[in-house]
């Protein structure tokens, strides 16, 4: 998913995005507007639901507990314990279902029936991931509308915290959102954030790609505001990569900075040993060697503004085929699990 990329054509998608910024009629929970929100307030709202000393949700119907209980039952103890590391932690659940509510239902009945809160994943936006790997998403514009607020439905008054589609604002530098896609996406995340902010006890983090893919984050901030970040609870950072939390925190801090010190959250699940320094490209990203587990989900980070490190993309989960014949993008990669997981030490 988050890769590597230039910035250099902020400025020329987002002035082509104000032009075609689509005033059309809303859908369900859509605010409606085609204008730009940089008139509001840089200030994100308060949440009824404050980070600290929150439990997140363990998933037991996971892939890596489902493999822990595989190994088990063949009687390879080792590799069990190892997978356990992955399966017996807080990970994102991914939801990029055509009819999202059902699901969304049934995870945020579990987590609270468990005292705990679910991480959920929105991952549906048209021309998701740009027809790569993770190719997919909604047919259209209207139909996203429907989509979020079908997600936004099951989630109800239950507690939860919502990363709204990774890569999909840093992807209006890429050629599926230039010209009128660009504006309409941004339209799109923030209708997303309306929505999903209507629920009592749901947080909301944008996701505004990594460090390597930001190489001027003064330019993020007119973008990131037309996004709905000042809107939501903040922004993520790192979804799917490998920086360091301080790598990461060297360039989010300063994306704060534009949002007048909008709190985010790190993807912290494959960062143990940093990203592969000489790398380019997909090999850079995609199911790299050598990489680690990092920091356990938590919101006692220690650090100003960030309010949790969580494990986003679900480890040991494959990045995609990357060209070699690897598991398809979300599926369980044994083998990477295995090595990722024995890199922690």
Not at 19 to 41: E, F, I, Q, V, Y
Not at 42 to 55: C, E, F, K, L, V
Not at 242 to 251: G, N, P, W
Request: contains cysteine.
């Amino acid at each position: 998913m988050n890769r590597y990329g230039l910035a250099a054509a902020l400025a020329l998608a987002l002035a082509t995005a104000a032009c075609a910024a689509d005033p059309g009629p809303a859908g369900p929970g859509a605010s409606g507007s085609g204008t730009p929100a940089t008139a509001a307030s840089s200030t994100p709202p308060a949440s009824p639901q404050s980070p600290a000393g929150t439990a997140f949700y363990v998933d037991p119907d996971s892939a890596a507990a489902q493999e822990v209980r595989r190994l088990e039952g063949e009687g390879r103890s080792e590799e069990a314990a190892l997978i356990r590391r992955i399966a017996d932690r807080p990970n994102a659940i991914w939801i990029g279902d055509q009819d999202p509510q059902g699901r969304v239902a049934d995870i945020t009945t579990k987590a609270r029936q468990a005292g705990r809160v679910p991480v959920l994943v929105a991952y549906h936006i048209p021309d998701r991931d740009c027809g790569r790997f993770s190719a997919g998403g909604a047919a259209g514009a209207d139909e996203y509308r429907a989509w979020i607020g079908r997600f936004a439905a099951g989630i109800g008054d239950r507690p939860a915290w919502v990363i709204v589609e990774p890569d999909a604002l840093a992807h209006i530098l890429d050629n599926c959102t230039r010209g009128g896609q660009a504006g309409e996406r941004l339209d799109l995340l923030r209708g997303a954030v309306e929505t999903l902010k209507r629920q009592p006890a749901t947080r909301v983090y944008v996701d505004a790609g990594n460090a390597g893919w930001i190489k001027n984050p003064d330019d993020w901030a007119e973008p990131m505001r037309r996004a709905g970040v000042p809107q939501a609870d903040g922004f993520a950072f790192n979804v799917s990569n490998f920086f360091t939390v301080e790598e990461s925190v060297a360039v989010a801090r300063r994306l704060s900075d534009g949002l007048g010190g909008a709190h985010y959250v790190i993807d912290t699940s494959r960062n143990g040993n940093g990203p592969v320094r000489d790398a380019h490209g997909d090999d850079a990203w995609c199911n790299p060697k050598g990489r680690a587990l990092g920091t356990e989900p938590t919101t006692e980070t220690g650090r100003e503004r960030v309010d949790a490190f969580l494990w986003i993309k679900r480890p040991g989960e494959s990045d995609g085929e990357c060209h070699r014949g690897e598991p398809r993008a979300g599926d369980w990669f044994p083998e990477y699990a295995l090595e990722i997981a024995r890199n922690a030490g």
